[in-house]
């Protein structure tokens, strides 16, 4: 599991000057902390976290020596700069449950048959202990045709026992959907053979 080495924030510092000098800053915070705790990461460290984990990645986080089991809970992100402003980061209580997120990653797309696959849901909210999180849900779209729909209910998650769903069941996570060009393509098709006949 990743550890992320972060430190103690001054708030006498501006996030905007913090970042010019090369951190990014952050909250730790938990039920068992006595309030949150601000800090600051450094930029390179922040960046590997930010290509290795998915908000809803469990790490730890080591502060002052003592090393915190933590979940990512989110990441200000700003595309237009591409600079992380700001990471959060909650201290997981052993066997209690705590919200998060698992992203949906689809595999094959390219296997898809005769159409075009349209992802609808991104993640997947959920509850559970610190033991059974889930930080990504592989989807194998191998084989899938034109009108097959994948749902929630079809995903590895929602047959876990240990993980509590949250988003709704039916909620569609993905689709098979006919190619825009395909009907056109008909049309043309249709008007060549009428101009042939002609």
Do not use: W
């Not at 290795?52 to 790490?59: A, D, I, N, R, Y």
């Amino acid at each position: 599991m990743n550890t992320l080495t972060v430190q103690k924030r001054d708030m006498a510092k501006k996030a905007k000057e913090l970042r010019r000098e090369g951190f990014v800053t952050g909250t730790l915070f938990g039920k068992e902390l006595n309030g949150s705790i601000p800090v600051v990461i450094e930029k390179k460290e922040a960046e590997r976290i930010h290509r290795e984990c998915f908000k809803g990645s469990q790490l730890f986080v080591e502060l002052e020596g003592k090393k915190y089991d933590v979940l990512l809970k989110e990441v200000d992100y700003d595309a237009m700069k591409r600079q992380i402003l700001e990471m959060d980061f909650q201290a997981l209580v052993k066997g209690e449950k705590v919200h998060s997120v698992a992203e949906i990653v689809l595999h094959n797309r390219e296997k898809v048959m005769g159409g075009v696959l349209e992802q609808m849901l991104e993640e997947v909210s959920y509850k559970a202990t610190p033991e059974h999180l889930v930080e990504r849900i592989d989807v194998d779209c191998t084989g899938l045709k034109v009108g097959d729909v994948i749902k929630v209910s079809d995903l590895e998650i929602a047959k876990n026992d240990q993980v509590e769903i949250m988003t709704h069941l039916d909620a569609v996570v993905a689709s098979v959907l006919v190619p825009h060009n395909a009907e056109p393509e008909v049309a043309e098709d249709a008007q060549d053979a009428a101009q042939a006949d002609a």
